[in-house]
């Protein structure tokens, strides 16, 4: 039998060449042959001379007979299976399936599996909550895009076509796509440090880059917004999402930490919210504004919650909640890109367009160097400083 296709081939032959045993029989061996190279694997059975075909290459006895073909299928069954999965076959695959370890190649296991288990060490390893939350977001998006492939499949292309996919499909601008490449490239490289022979094709791929101008309201802007709630139920998903990216706006807390906010975090009486940070672990404490004190009360039951440790928001996903920005900017008339961030950078421009000062805006956002609050307003932080006027923002 020989497959000139797969360049292989499965012989048996009784091994005269070996002594012959105590009981006169000769041992019956398979010969595997893959690409010029060949090895030897005993079957177990052993033939008298006399019984043993030599044209047809098998025992004449039947029961013998069926016994080898079934171990002389079994590989090649393998064989055909893993060049099928388009791997490449070698001898001591073959060695490694016949002896009973029945290897998988690393690289031909499921993605998936890989994935999951990665993010499980990490969770030993204390990972903050909020990056475990970006990466299941990472995954739930890969599912999204392809339900199932192996490790093998992680080529230049596949991360071409899902960058298409999260732009075309999911329209995601290229901030929403860039951390979702970026967890994906450090499973890859953690492949890669763990000896699974794969390329990293993000060493061909232009990561995608947020835009460089972040968005915010301005104060008329966030008027308009604001006006907006009296078009929707104060049970709708709608009014619930612009009550919760208007308290934002009021007290820059991140999505995270919105999203996680409860009412034993609000001192309603001292005018300060105080708690851990979802992404860095660190407290912060940020005045509760007028206007955000507004918001807190209203959904406080008759100020019932303070103190207790319900969630003060409903918990909508951040793809329903910018879903619902965007249509309420565009019924706003705001031209521009909102997203539930964007709150954040609303309420530190404003606040420096207030007079106040930076370094006490970088405390409110929790941020541990004020480079880091630059960043929020190094665009527009010119334009404010010339145009601020003496007025009380959240007020």
Known sequence: MFNYMADYSINSWMRTDKPLKRNGKFPVYLRIRVRGKETKLPTGIDVYPNQW??????????????????????????INRTLADDQDISLEMVKDFYNGKKKIRPESQSFYKYYLNF?????????????????????????????????????????????????????NEPGGRNPKHKNLRTVILDMIKHDIPIKNPYALFKM?????????????????????RSKYPHTSTTYQVLQ???????????????ID??????????????????????????????????????????????????RVFHRYSETTINRTLRELAEQAGIEKHITFHSSRHTFATLLVQDGVPVVSISKYLGHKSLEMTNRYLKYNLSVAIETAKNIKTFG
């Open 208 to 228: 995608p880059q947020p835009s460089t101008k972040e968005v915010y309201l301005n104060k008329e802007e966030l008027g308009k917004m604001r006006a907006l």
């Open 261 to 310: 906010l409860k009412w034993q975090n609000i001192d309603f009486d001292k005018k300060i919210i105080s708690k851990e940070m979802i992404k860095t672990r660190h407290s912060v404490i940020t005045p509760l504004f007028t206007m955000a004190r507004a918001v807190v009360l209203e959904l406080s039951d008759g100020k019932k919650l303070f103190g207790s440790p319900k």
């Open 53 to 78: 075909d030599a044209k047809r290459n098998e025992p004449k006895d039947k029961p013998l007979q069926i016994q080898l073909s079934k171990k002389r299928n079994e590989i090649e069954v393998f």
């Open 119 to 171: 993010v499980e060490r990490k969770k030993k390893e204390n990972l903050d909550k909020e990056t475990i939350r970006v990466y299941m977001t990472t995954y739930n998006v890969l599912k999204e895009f392809k339900p199932e492939f192996r490790i093998s499949d992680l080529t230049l292309s596949f991360v071409e076509e899902f960058d298409d996919f999260m732009a075309e499909q999911r329209g």
């Open 244 to 258: 919760m990216y208007l308290f934002a706006c009021y007290c820059g807390l991140r999505f995270s930490d919105v």
